[in-house]
């Protein structure tokens, strides 16, 4: 994070005495990125930490990425998935890269041991569930629809309550989600996640009024913070694309204070402030986080554009340098068809996209869309897993292919302007009493089916 904070009990220097209440020194840790010229944390612990045993390889982390020679548009339907595993072994990837991971996860179980990513920050967006994040920088609450900022190294445990009845999705069964559902990002490549820097400033770390959001909507480490327990404790360490299973001989969340600009947070994505325009705004006004060759997004209830004769759904683009991915939350999405809660669609750099057929023509005249999603756009080409292809919709690509142009007389219009009739007969040449150019009647524009 771009802002200092502090936690606990510190000595009023760095790297001075400061003894526990037995006479003892606690053991100081400088908790660092990017060779200790990055952000960093200063922690005191009761135990050095370096005092670890029994050490073993678990499993391999690796993706399998297939389909790595294939642009195409998809769509994956993930709500199927049944719960599996805790909240980390239960993440499912279905796309990733050189520079970042994207999972889902419906855990089915609790974790019995505390975790550490030692190979890149996460970000977890709880689409369903609450619970507690107990970190070696305290702990922080979590409920439907938070981020975690999780970064790299540190301990964690994610715990969840039971989802309730009324807090699960229509149609599924405490069988289904026992506990909750998120979405996981987490980064290949050594960077961290963070806001934008354009949302900061330079001299100081503090957030900008332009920024979407500040301060005050985020939630840091709070008590309880120490646990002095001594016994057999197991932390799961990733690294080098496997999990590795130590041993601590003391409860491995035995901080009594920190202080420094990297630790967890969280946020809730109500709390983002969307910016609206009088003509349709492109993505980055959503930018939500960023890291190296990649950003994460939150598309929130807002108003729409105000212009009087705006069209407020997304023009047709081409995104040439990204790949950009939509987790689907809840609201109507109204430049697709055929989307649904849980819904992940991947619109792939160099293919132009945009709104459904017959999707502008309603959507002019809107106010105001309940939508929300999470979007990541990345610098290179995500690749599908094989468990994302079983949750494929093959004939997403197909569905731009409904028909476009209005029908006048029983007559489709091609840009050309030659009708084609709707049963397939051949195309007969235009008289020259038809305007070729199909253009709409005056003062009849707001109708499909008024032209000339």
């Avoid at 035995?254 to 325009?277: E, K, L, Q, R, S």
């Avoid at 009088?278 to 060759?293: A, K, R, S, V, W």
């Avoid at 959507?363 to 897993?385: N, Q, Y």
């Amino acid at each position: 994070m771009p802002y200092y904070m502090h936690l606990g009990n510190l000595p009023k220097k760095r790297h001075t005495v400061f003894r526990r209440p037995d006479g003892a020194l606690y053991s100081e840790e400088v908790f660092g990125t990017e060779g200790f010229v990055g952000p960093t944390a200063t922690i005191y612990h009761i135990h050095p930490p370096t005092q670890v045993f029994g050490w073993n390889t678990l499993y391999e982390t690796k993706p399998e990425y297939i389909e790595t020679s294939t642009m195409r548009m998809r769509h994956l339907k993930t709500m199927q998935n049944k719960p599996q595993g805790d909240p980390v072994t239960g993440r499912i990837v279905i796309f990733g890269n050189s520079d970042i991971d994207m999972a889902i996860c419906t855990p089915a179980e609790q974790m019995s041991y505390h975790y550490k990513n030692g190979q890149g920050d996460e970000c977890l967006f709880i689409h369903y569930g609450s619970g507690t994040l107990y970190t070696m920088f305290g702990t922080i609450e979590f409920g439907k629809k938070d981020y975690l900022v999780i970064p790299k190294g540190t301990i964690y445990k994610l715990v969840f309550n039971e989802l309730a009845d009324e807090d699960r999705p229509e149609g599924l069964s405490k069988e289904d989600m026992p506990y909750g559902r998120f979405l996981a990002f987490e980064t290949r490549n050594a960077s961290h996640i963070g806001p934008p820097p354009r949302y900061v400033s330079k001299a100081t770390g503090q957030f900008l009024e332009h920024a979407p959001y500040c301060e005050r909507d985020l939630r840091t480490p709070e008590y309880p913070l120490t646990f002095d327990e001594l016994g057999e404790f197991e932390v799961r360490i990733k690294a080098v694309d496997c999990v590795h299973s130590y041993m601590f001989h003391y409860h491995p969340l035995d901080v009594v204070g920190w202080d420094g600009c990297y630790y967890p947070y969280a946020m809730n994505i109500d709390d983002f402030a969307p910016i609206t325009g009088q003509l349709h705004m492109p993505p980055p006004i959503h930018q939500h986080f960023e890291g190296h060759n990649f950003v994460i997004c939150s598309f929130c209830p807002r108003m729409l554009d105000f212009h009087p004769d705006a069209i407020p759904i997304p023009y047709n683009h081409s995104n040439l340098d990204s790949d950009e991915i939509l987790y689907y939350v809840e609201g109507n999405y109204k430049a697709r068809k055929g989307i649904e809660v849980g819904s992940v669609s991947l619109h792939p750099q160099g293919i132009p996209h945009g709104p459904h057929p017959g999707t502008i023509e309603k959507s002019i005249g809107a106010k105001w869309t309940d939508e929300l999603a999470v979007m990541c756009d990345t610098f290179r080409p995500m690749f599908p897993t094989k468990a994302a292809m079983a949750m494929d919709d093959p004939s997403y690509p197909e569905s731009w292919k409904e028909g476009h142009y209005p029908l006048e007389n029983d007559r489709l219009h091609e840009p050309t302007g030659f009708p084609i009739k709707p049963n397939g007969a051949a195309p007969k040449q235009l008289g020259p009493e038809k305007d070729r150019g199909a253009r709409p009647a005056s003062g009849k524009g707001k109708t499909a089916n008024t032209w000339e």
